[in-house]
T-cell receptor
Framework: GEDVEQSLFLSVREGDSSVINCTYTDSSSTYLYWYKQEPGAGLQLLTYIFSNMDMKQDQRLTVLLNKKDKHLSLRIADTQTGDSAIYFCAENQGTALIFGKGTTLSVSS | GAVVSQHPSRVICKSGTSVKIECRSLDFQATTMFWYRQFPKKSLMLMATSNEGSKATYEQGVEKDKFLINHASLTLSTLTVTSAHPEDSSFYIC???????????FGPGTRLTVT
């Protein structure tokens, strides 16, 4: 199976909160990441969390890490139409990053 | 964050020809660069890792003679797709890592179409 798993789609209304979930398999991963990809573009690093942290907040973004269950989530508060994109979670294995397949977030007004 | 550029952004070539894609770190020195391939509706697949001045390390299943990687300086890595075939058509993305161990910055990607 995949090393990193995510649900493929999420649809929310503008102003609501979005929660994107991810599970990973490598318990030795030091960092876990969230990247955003807009159509036809590369990946933009949104945020990352060190494996010994439970939570990290950065403006509208909140990352929660449950290391016991190998579960990572990204919460976007007050979701805007500009947040529509594909969101990838990733874990590091050594120097390389292993990505999930991405969650397509669709925000309707 | 740091800026990574790729050139060209889009290329169409004929089967059998070779195509070179450049990846540059514009405002930092990239000790390590990575090349990924992204298939439609699929995740990114790591192809190879390159450190400046040394040979690239290829992932299992990636043909090193077909995908030539050169990391000649701390700001430039190139990927050459040799004898391209239509199945090589894809979105190729590079990333670069500087002094920190945890931040990896991605280029905007290159869309390759082989006819």
């Amino acid at each position: 199976g995949e090393d990193v798993e995510q649900s493929l789609f999420l649809s929310v209304r503008e102003g609501d909160s979005s929660v994107i979930n991810c599970t990973y398999t490598d318990s030795s991963s030091t960092y876990l990441y969230w990247y955003k990809q807009e159509p036809g573009a590369g990946l933009q690093l949104l945020t990352y969390i060190f494996s010994n942290m439970d939570m990290k907040q950065d403006q509208r973004l909140t990352v929660l890490l449950n290391k016991k269950d190998k579960h990572l989530s990204l919460r976007i508060a007050d979701t805007q139409t500009g947040d529509s994109a594909i969101y990838f979670c990733a874990e590091n294995q050594g120097t390389a990053l292993i990505f999930g397949k991405g969650t397509t977030l669709s925000v309707s007004s | 964050g740091a800026v990574v550029s790729q050139h060209p952004s889009r290329v169409i070539c004929k089967s059998g020809t070779s195509v070179k894609i450049e990846c540059r770190s514009l405002d930092f020195q990239a000790t390590t660069m990575f090349w990924y391939r992204q298939f439609p509706k699929k995740s990114l697949m790591l192809m190879a890792t390159s450190n400046e001045g040394s040979k690239a390390t290829y992932e299992q299943g990636v043909e090193k003679d077909k995908f030539l990687i050169n990391h000649a300086s701390l700001t430039l890595s190139t990927l050459t797709v040799t004898s391209a075939h239509p199945e090589d058509s894809s979105f190729y993305i590079c990333s670069a890592r500087g002094g920190t161990n945890y931040e990896q910055y991605f280029g905007p990607g290159t869309r390759l179409t082989v006819t």
